[in-house]
Structure formats: C-alpha cells, structure tokens
C-alpha cells in the first residue's frame, strides 16, 4: 500500500468504539458507492479511470507530448478548478515547484485561465515573446471566462506569430467529446483535441487528458501514474474501516466533525506538497461545501508555516484536526557539515541529514500539536513517484466520495459555483442577465 493512515495521535480523541459506531454508516456510503444508487452517481467515471480508459487517446497523449517537447520552448496550460489543479500538483510533486529553473530538456510550463489578473496575464505575454509556444487549453463545458478569455488573448498571439495555419499546430485542446462551443470552435479550426469524459466531475479528471497531457509534457511517466491509481482500486475494495485506509480516513473526518472539529489542515513538510494540498482543497472543498454542511479544508506547509500559523494551531479555538502527509523516503541526502569551532552551537546536527532533522521536527510537532488539543492523522506516503501520487489521488477520490454520502451531500456537483458567475456576467452585461443586472445596480447604490 502505498499509502498507510496511522492513527497513533487520535487516541486522545476517538475511542475505539467510536470506530465501531460509524461503520454502518461507512456500509450505507460504501453500498451507495458500488451499487451507484448515491446523488451524482452519473459522475462516477474516476472509479475505473485508471483501467477503463481510452487507449488509443492515451497513446495520443504521449505522442503530442513528444511533439510539444520537441517543438516549443513554453508551454501554456489554460484551466482553472479541476481543469488545472490536478496537472499542475502532480507536476510539482514529482519535479518541483521551481520545475521552469530546474535543467531540463523539456518546455517550460505556465498556468494561465485560472484568474482574471492583467498583471498576470502581461508577464505571461511577456514571458512567450521571441520563444516557441504551444497551448493547451482545458475545459469541459468550454464557456467558463477565465478560461475562454485568455484561450481568446493566447491565439491572438500565437496567429501573430505564426499565421491562422501555423497557430492552429500549436493548440490543442482538451473538452467535451461532442457539446460545447470550444469543441464545434476547435474541430473547425482543426486543432488536436482530446476528450474531458462525461462521466468525470474537473476535481476528478487528473487522470483523464485534462491532467495527462500537461503531466506528460513535463516528462512525467503517466503510465506509473496510471498504474498506482489502478493498485488504490484495486487494493481499497473492503468497506471495513479496519482494512481500508481511505474509507477509514472518511470515517474519522465524519467523527471529528461531529465533534465539533470544522476545519481540516492539510499537512506538508515539504514545498512540493503546496500545490498538491490545493488540488485537495478543491476535491474536498468542492464535494463537501453544501447545503450547510462539511469541513472547511485548509492547509499549510511546515516547518514554515509553523512560524505563522504554528501558533494558532497551538494555542487558538479548538475546532481543528490535521491530517499530516508524510513521505516515506528521501530523494536526495543533504548532510549537515561540522564545523571545527561549532560557533553557531549546530554541532548536535553534525552529520545528519535534513531529511531526519525534517521528519524529528514532523514527530515534535504532531506531539506539541496534540498536546494542544488538536487530533492528528497521519498519512504515511511511500515515496515521491508518480506510482504514489497516483495512490493518493484514487484513495482522496475515494474517501472524498465516502466522506460526502456520510455527510448526506452530493459529492460530485458543485452548484454553488454558479451563483458569483452569474453576478458577473449580469455586471458585465452579457445578454440575458438584464434584469439581475437592475437588481444588483440597485443594492449597488
Ligand atoms: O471541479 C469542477 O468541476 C470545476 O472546478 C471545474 O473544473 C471548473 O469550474 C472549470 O470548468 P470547465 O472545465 O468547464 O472550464
């Protein structure tokens, strides 16, 4: 397993028959599940992304991603929610978030359409000028604005560059099969263009062309992403909480949120688990936050953060729980130097290396942290491969879709993303918002 839940620092706060207690309501989720009789069980695609999937797309995955490494300098990623999260933590997990400085023999890579800002928008611009650069624009419906405006200002640019004929070899696109503006714009203009499954929510489709095709740009090999999400499917079958850790993770959220623990803390000890974390903060932000209910998913990254939000997490309102990713093994052995006149007192670190010095202060905090009253998981995460990122995605996907029937929400719309949309196109006078557009003037004034 590729990834462990140790429940070692819940034992101040969950009594062993508190387990035993909620396991029907584990059964209940889990029938709901499998015999996919639970709200948005049309949405269920990601259980079997990792093996029922289309091969020949996949094999047409690599080859663009061959042909964008060979023939760009930058690559633009345009997406916001689930339409770039996903690529862009596996990206950083497996290589960095510094990956555009690291050396490396494939393109640089940009997020752009996941915010309205200018001032983001001319640095990119700038960026792409005297450089070769190919676009891949994501999204299922094809209407969401941030993403569709700047698809609109990048082909501007790239048919400046390189003529409307030109332009269109360097974009691809990655939408709905059949529906969608984006879709009847892009078959007419003959870019490549790639599938969102109908069946995948966006915080569920990493493992569709919406994630592959940017992961695989990077160098990334999607086939040991693939394959450890298919041993997650295959491995978290039972819908005993004492023999699957996703479910059994589901079942300890629902506990500590009855409670009175709102508010989960993702907990990294290392950078690359920041975009990872905002990824997480989608699925269970997305899947959980309605009708009233779910716990507000939040995150930080240690040792840093503990010198911000370490004392709050120490000492403010109690209505908190951390779950803590650790990663089982280093990937690089930096060792702590001596030094003869041990001026700096740092002698006692001599000859260790940062990542013991990272896993004690992980162990310290964890036990100051539930001194302080606040319940900890712990995941223990094997490596930093794609084979274990591709585990962890599958057992979130998992315990997130678990964890949303426990709650009694639906776990794969998200209707309240609606409501700022549809302020801003009545502000923005797109047609057909006429009369909201009047009633917001007025609260306006
Ligand atoms: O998880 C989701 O469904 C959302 O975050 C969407 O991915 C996001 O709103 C982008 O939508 P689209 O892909 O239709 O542009």
Sequence with gaps: MAVKLNDKHLSDFIGSNEYANIQPLVNAAHEMLVNKTGAGNDFLGWRTASCNYDKEEFARIKEAAKKIQKSCDVFIVTGIGGSYL????????????????LKKDTPDIYF??????SSDMKELLEICEGKDVCINVISKSGTTTETAV????????LESKYGKDGAAKHIFVTTDK???TLRSFSDKSGYETFVV??????????????????????GIDIDELMAGAEAA???????DISKNDSYKYAAIRNILLRKGKNVEILVGYEPYLQMFSEWWKQLFGESEGKDNRGIYPSSVIFSTDLHSLGQYIQEGQRFLFETVMSIGQPDSEIVIPNDENNIDGLNFLSGKTLYDVNSTARTATVLAHNDG????????????????VGYMIYFFWLSCAISGYMLGVNPFDQPGV?????NMFALLGKPGFEDRRAELEKRLK
């Design 150 to 157: 700047a698809f609109r200002i990048f082909r501007d640019m």
């Design 418 to 422: 609606e409501a700022y949309k549809k």
């Design 233 to 239: 499917r295959t491995e978290l079958t039972s819908a």
């Design 197 to 218: 499954p109908d069946d995948m929510g966006g915080r569920y489709s990493v493992l569709s062309a919406v994630g592959l095709l940017p992961i695989a740009v990077a």
């Design 373 to 388: 009253g606040v319940p900890n998981i712990v995941l223990d995460i094997k490596d930093r491969s794609a084979y274990s």
């Design 178 to 180: 059949e529906k969608g």
């Design 112 to 117: 752009s359409g996941c915010n309205l800002s």
């Design 86 to 101: 996903g690529a862009r933590a596996v990206i950083e997990f497996l290589k960095s978030p510094r990956y555009n400085n």
